[in-house]
T-cell receptor, first 111, second 113 residues
Framework: GEDVEQSLFLSVREGDSSVINCTYT??????LYWYKQEPGAGLQLLTY?????DMKQDQRLTVLLNKKDKHLSLRIADTQTGDSAIYFC???????????FGQGTTLQVKP | EAGVVQSPRYKIIEKKQPVAFWCNPI?????LYWYRQNLGQGPELLIR????????DSQLPKDRFSAERLKGVDSTLKIQPAELGDSAVYLC???????????FGAGTRLSVL
């Protein structure tokens, strides 16, 4: 079946860069997404990348996609305490609209 | 523009009681989704609507869960009777079409005692 895996926890110092990694099975997806979830809040779309792209940059966020290794990463430059949250790697499943979520990576930013 | 609105935000019930969650999607969004998020996990799809039609309900436990989307706008998800294992956050999302970006509501946190 389809699966998305990501590390569960990452701790960085304020001002450093954060890199959250994700691997997935099955390549039949059009989009790959990163969603952010703050405590007690819903899911906020951070960014997404088409499956035919290798990289996308959006202000402090850089997404890298390695289709051969089925690996997706999210880099947050100049990480701030407000970036502390759970980050979900999400794969769009073909043309059904179904989203497959990873378990989420908790990012802790220390002052 | 208003986002996806869900109510209530929190619900505490005793097992075997019924419970209902309500979702108002973003205006103009034809596709509506209900997800369940267990503690420490990512959300999992329960049901997807295209307008009024439930086009994917394969993950919905139909013995106790039901959903409806009257007039293709608002939707209600019901559990009857609730079990202890139903404690989770129930998230609603909407998108303009099937393969478009999904926008999520804040969710309803259900605690079954």
């Amino acid at each position: 079946g389809e699966d998305v895996e990501q590390s569960l926890f990452l701790s960085v110092r304020e001002g450093d860069s954060s890199v959250i990694n994700c691997t997935y099975t099955d390549s039949s997806s059009t989009y790959l997404y990163w969603y952010k979830q703050e405590p007690g809040a819903g899911l906020q779309l951070l960014t997404y990348i088409f499956s035919n792209m290798d990289m996308k940059q959006d202000q402090r966020l850089t997404v890298l996609l390695n289709k051969k290794d089925k690996h997706l990463s999210l880099r947050i430059a100049d990480t701030q305490t407000g970036d502390s949250a759970i980050y979900f790697c999400v794969k769009g499943s073909g043309n059904t609209g179904k989203l497959i979520f990873g378990q989420g990576t908790t990012l802790q930013v220390k002052p | 523009e208003a986002g996806v609105v869900q109510s209530p935000r929190y619900k505490i019930i005793e097992k075997k009681q019924p419970v209902a969650f309500w979702c108002n999607p973003i205006s103009g969004h034809n596709t509506l989704y209900w997800y369940r998020q267990n503690l420490g996990q990512g959300p999992e799809l329960l049901i997807r609507y295209e307008n009024e039609e439930a086009v994917d309900d394969s993950q919905l436990p139909k013995d106790r869960f039901s959903a409806e989307r009257l007039k293709g706008v608002d939707s209600t998800l019901k559990i009857q009777p609730a079990e202890l294992g139903d404690s989770a956050v129930y998230l609603c999302a909407s998108s303009p079409g099937t393969v478009d970006i999904q926008y999520f509501g804040a969710g309803t946190r259900l605690s079954v005692l």
